[in-house]
């Protein structure tokens, strides 16, 4: 059994979503119509789940979920008309732990309310797949963000310092002058906003820059 506040501003939809998930064996502690009267009662009463529409009068469905805060253990499930990737993208960005659209059974709406109190990630199906593309791709973009690109000679020397060879050897090895070896270091460091050698080989065994 899970606690749970409904949002919706349909009345007769609202109390027919509180009725089923009370005779699934959830526990209904307020239904709304509007976001801010939501956001202050889920704050407070802090539930379980907390079933929300995006379209609302006065908040959406994703402000309200922005709204609660990291603080906040309220789970937020939206269930919605609309399953365009655009509103499923923005409401999981937000912080939804789940999506369903409202052709969703009253039999899957109980389960998914279950699911997400258990800390599952839930969507209608088809719309999972989405979701993990999107976050794949803006991960990868994240990771070309956090990191400038390296030319061929600066991952070659980083590579060479991460199995820990002297600026002598690493100049041996690329055919190099130890001076041009340092210079190369330093400015790797400036690159990465690194402060020493130490954390050049956290950062090539971290990105996979340390083998052969």
Same mark, same amino acid.
């Given at each position: ?14 109390? /027919?979503? +509180?009725?089923? !998930?009370? *005779? $699934?064996?959830?526990? @209904?502690? &307020? ?7 939501? #956001? ?24 309200v ?18 399953g ?19 052709? /969703?059974? +009253?039999?899957? !709406?109980? *389960? $998914?309310?279950?699911r @997400?109190? &258990? ?7 088809? #719309? ?34 991460a ?16 001076r ?33």
């Amino acid at each position: 059994m899970a606690t749970l506040v409904v949002v919706d501003d349909h009345p007769i939809w609202r109390e /027919a979503i +509180a009725r089923d !998930l009370t *005779e $699934a064996g959830h526990e @209904v502690l &307020a239904s709304f119509g509007e976001g801010r009267a939501a #956001l202050r009662a889920i704050r407070e009463l802090r539930p379980d789940v907390a079933i929300l529409d995006l379209q609302l009068p006065d908040l959406s469905g994703t402000e309200v979920i922005q709204g609660l805060g990291e603080d906040c253990p309220t789970a937020a499930l939206v269930l919605s008309a609309s399953g365009e990737s655009a509103h499923v993208l923005e409401a999981v960005k937000a912080g939804a732990r789940g999506y369903l659209v409202k052709s /969703a059974s +009253a039999a899957e !709406l109980a *389960e $998914a309310v279950a699911r @997400v109190a &258990a800390g599952d990630a839930v969507f209608t199906p088809g #719309l999972a797949g989405l979701v993990l593309g999107e976050f794949r791709r803006l991960a990868s973009a994240g990771s070309a963000e956090r990191h400038p690109k390296l030319s061929d000679r600066e991952t070659e020397v980083l590579r060479l310092v991460a199995k820990g060879l002297s600026y002598k050897e690493i100049a041996e090895r690329l055919v190099l002058s130890p001076r041009t070896v340092q210079n190369h270091v330093q400015h790797l460091l400036s690159k990465l906003q690194l402060h020493n050698r130490s954390q050049l080989v956290r950062f090539a065994i971290k990105e996979g820059i340390d083998g052969d």
